[in-house]
């Protein structure tokens, strides 16, 4: 199963008795809209909603850290999940938080997985069908196995700072990056990780909110500076479009990439992190 899959591929596929879909829809604090609310008045036939703020480490008071195995397992079950499905998750968000799911499920071992390329931003503006309503389910059987590696604590990035070994790689937009914008979060240090490099994540997308692809995908990494000869560690504002950017070196064929699931939502509320702004 490809990594990215079209609106024709999901339409033609719709139905099919090993095929879940997942709305995987988040935004940021503070924003009007209710992701929960507008699953329930439509969504791609047959999807489920996964509330990625509720499936997460809500004993940590750093936002959408990773679940424990059990945590994971008993949301996904009570969404009729099981073992050996094809997944594909999409979104409706600025964000594009399908790639936080992917890379969630992925690292607890599911592997027939895809996100859908457009969001449903693209399926509805190609009048695709939609359902609304909250979908019967099913307990399904679901086995969460964490793979080892994939992820970046404060302790791995402190110590990457200066090496040039890596490439840290932040995803949000510029005016947070530098400084110049306030972050949402209350109690947040303006600035960035020093040496990172900034990405904005909206930067890997067409104008339909497709994914770019090879060389204009690749264009979109010089462009910020990256070296993807180097190991990278992205990082964000909690761990959620920091996801964006690690799912596009994916599509580059670049598996070593770890993803700092604290964020900026630690480090900048740390004060005895190092920081800079500009």
Sequence with gaps: MESLVSTEWLADELG????AIVDA?????????????????????????LDLEEVSDTANPV???????????????ALGLRDGQRIVVYDNSPLHSAARAWWM??????????????????????????????????????????????????????????????????????????GEEPEPRAGMASGHI?????????QLFNADHSWKRGDA?????????????KPMVTTCGSGVTAAVLLFGAHLLGKEDVLLYDGSWSEWGADPETPKEIG
């Design 16 to 19: 099919a008795s090993d095929l």
């Design 25 to 49: 829809t988040l935004l940021l604090p503070g924003d009007p809209r209710n992701p929960r609310a507008e699953y329930d008045a439509a969504h791609v036939p047959g999807a489920v909603f």
């Design 63 to 77: 936002p959408h850290m990773l679940p424990g195995e059990a945590k994971l397992a008993s949301r996904l079950q």
């Design 105 to 178: 499920l992925r690292l607890f071992g599911t592997r027939r997985l895809a996100i859908l390329d457009g969001g449903f931003q693209k399926w509805t503006a190609e009048g695709r069908p939609v359902e609304s309503g909250v979908p019967t389910l099913r307990h399904g059987h679901f086995t969460p196995r964490r793979s080892p590696g994939g992820v970046a604590d404060r302790r791995v990035v402190t110590s990457l700072i200066g090496a040039g070994s890596h490439e840290i790689v932040d995803a949000r937009g510029a005016g947070r990056f530098t």
């Design 194 to 202: 020093p040496g990172s490099k900034n990405l904005p994540q909206g």
């Design 217 to 229: 995908l690749r264009a979109a990494f010089d462009a910020a500076g990256v070296d993807l000869s």
